[in-house]
DNA sequence: TTGAAATTGAAAATCAATTTCAATAATTGT
DNA sequence: ACAATTATTGAAATTGATTTTCAATTTCAA
């Protein structure tokens, strides 16, 4: 995922390129720890000192549509944001740099199969998340 | 965890009992699904009407210390409260009608030291929640 | 180059959560 | 039972995050 094919896929879904949108799109795409909307607008504004606040928020909530970034969720708080993984993946966080990673590769069928047998429910989707320190933390 | 219980653990801790405690604590005890703040307030009012809502708050602040609830995140929002588990358990939730159940046996071992050789990470908690129907809803 | 349509940021509005504070209610010691 | 002490209360004000409104500007297809 390229800066340009962000962009590009906003203008694919009928959005125009802007300045404003480009410092958007660029912080929180090099980003590789998760950032709150007003963490976005500080750093955006080292980019495009014009940008308002609004527009982060606005611009965030297109990138989430598209599925460019998702949100990610913590103890401390669910505001922030991170670009999103690919097919399958779930999210390792450094609990000192807040550090982000993807990982796949979790078999959680033999315990929904389990848990769908002793609960009656019927499990559609899961929610995985590991906290730990990175190698740099450690 | 009785009524009782929670409400004796509250005096355990230096708290006193009221009526407005009382109602929020039978509420959120009762609730087979989350309930956020405001919901727990149109609740509990019909047993305290005099209650308000900057009580709830705090009360559902003390029982988060004392780990008798803990917050529910969704997709749609994580300011909801359920009753916490016992041990380690984590969270199965009706994508329908809210419902709540408890669930334990994840082994998450293989996976977690897979993925510290993998990234270099040590890692220390995880997250776990699982989506679906309840019985009556699928 | 032109003009329609999308986008912008400032300001106002909304919404959730917290703080302040004087009045009230629960406990403690008698 | 009865004060005296101290925690608790709800209303109101405040804060902080997010959304809406709107007139001015910018983008881009023609
Ligand atoms: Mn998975
Ligand atoms: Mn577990
Ligand atoms: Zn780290
Ligand atoms: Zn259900």
Redesign the interface.
């Known amino acids: 995922m390229t800066d340009t094919s962000w962009l590009n896929q906003l203008q694919d879904n009928g959005c125009r390129v802007t300045s404003a949108r480009r410092a958007v799109v660029e912080t929180v795409q090099g980003s590789p720890r998760a950032l709150t909307p007003v963490e976005v607008f500080d750093l955006a504004r080292q980019r495009y000192s014009a940008l308002g606040l609004v527009t982060v928020y606005r611009t965030l909530e297109k990138l989430e549509e598209l599925h460019l970034i998702q949100r990610v969720?913590q103890p401390h708080g669910?505001q922030a944001f991170i670009s999103a993984g690919h097919g399958h993946q779930h999210l390792?966080l450094?609990?000192q740099c807040g550090q982000v990673?993807f990982?796949d590769?979790?078999?959680l069928k033999p315990?929904?199969e389990?848990?769908?047998q002793?609960?009656?429910?019927?499990?559609?989707?899961?929610?995985?998340?590991?906290?730990?320190?990175?190698?740099k933390c450690?």
Chains 1, 2 share one sequence.
């Open positions: 969720h669910c390792l450094c609990k990673e990982f590769g979790d078999d315990l929904t389990s848990i769908e002793r609960t009656g429910y019927q499990i559609q989707e899961h929610w995985l998340q590991l906290f730990g320190l990175c190698e450690k």
